[in-house]
T-cell receptor
Framework: QKEVEQNSGPLSVPEGAIASLNCTYSDRGSQSFFWYRQYSGKSPELIMSIYSNGDKEDGRFTAQLNKASQYVSLLIRDSQPSDSATYLCAVTVFGNEKLTFGTGTRLTIIP | DAGVTQSPTHLIKTRGQQVTLRCSPKSGHDTVSWYQQALGQGPQFIFQYYEEEERQRGNFPDRFSGHQFPNYSSELNVNALLLGDSALYLC??????????FGQGTRLTVV
């Protein structure tokens, strides 16, 4: 079992709709959770961090964390073509700053 | 405020050669981590430097080594290059929080 799992996609969403990206992790000691956006040929860009159960909203982005289910998700509202990218889920374990990444989900917003 | 900067952006080396990649962290950050990202994969942790010491290391051979300088900048050295070392090498810096910010990366091609 991979430490961090994501559906590789591609995930196609119409412009203006909600894109939902999911991530599961295996280590129950995981304590910090991050979503990075990576455009083709570019480096990852941090867009959301979440540390406690529940929802965290930042503009059009909402991160959701459920530690009991070992599940973290990212919702993108009013999806725009510029949101087309690969979204990487990353976690850290308590006492360890190393980021463990999933393989990423490729998101395409269809105009 | 300059973000994380890496040099060079692209590099072509021959098998068996050695390479040095450089990273300057974001202002105010004292921790530097290096990651390797193969095509279609998530970044893989190589090692992390803090206070000029290697604090943590991932599952990479001893051919991969690094250094951190008093000004917090860092180098990644790879000896005896293999074709499989071709990848995007990413430097990330962090400070008081665990949020890590990436540089633009160095694309290494080994021929």
């Amino acid at each position: 079992q991979k430490e961090v799992e994501q559906n590789s996609g591609p995930l196609s969403v119409p412009e203006g709709a909600i894109a939902s990206l999911n991530c599961t992790y295996s280590d129950r000691g995981s304590q910090s959770f991050f979503w990075y956006r990576q455009y083709s040929g570019k480096s990852p860009e941090l867009i959301m961090s979440i540390y406690s159960n529940g929802d965290k909203e930042d503009g059009r982005f909402t991160a959701q964390l459920n530690k009991a289910s070992q599940y973290v998700s990212l919702l993108i509202r009013d999806s725009q073509p510029s949101d087309s990218a690969t979204y990487l889920c990353a976690v850290t374990v308590f006492g360890n700053e190393k980021l463990t990444f999933g393989t990423g989900t490729r998101l395409t917003i269809i105009p | 405020d300059a973000g994380v900067t890496q040099s060079p952006t692209h590099l072509i080396k021959t098998r068996g050669q050695q390479v040095t990649l450089r990273c300057s962290p974001k202002s105010g950050h004292d921790t530097v981590s290096w990651y390797q990202q193969a095509l279609g994969q998530g970044p893989q942790f190589i090692f992390q430097y803090y206070e000029e010491e290697e604090r943590q290391r991932g599952n990479f051979p001893d051919r991969f080594s690094g250094h951190q300088f008093p000004n917090y900048s860092s180098e990644l050295n790879v000896n005896a290059l293999l074709l499989g070392d071709s990848a995007l090498y990413l430097c990330a810096s962090s400070g008081e929080t665990v949020e890590a910010f990436f540089g633009q990366g160095t694309r290494l091609t080994v021929v």
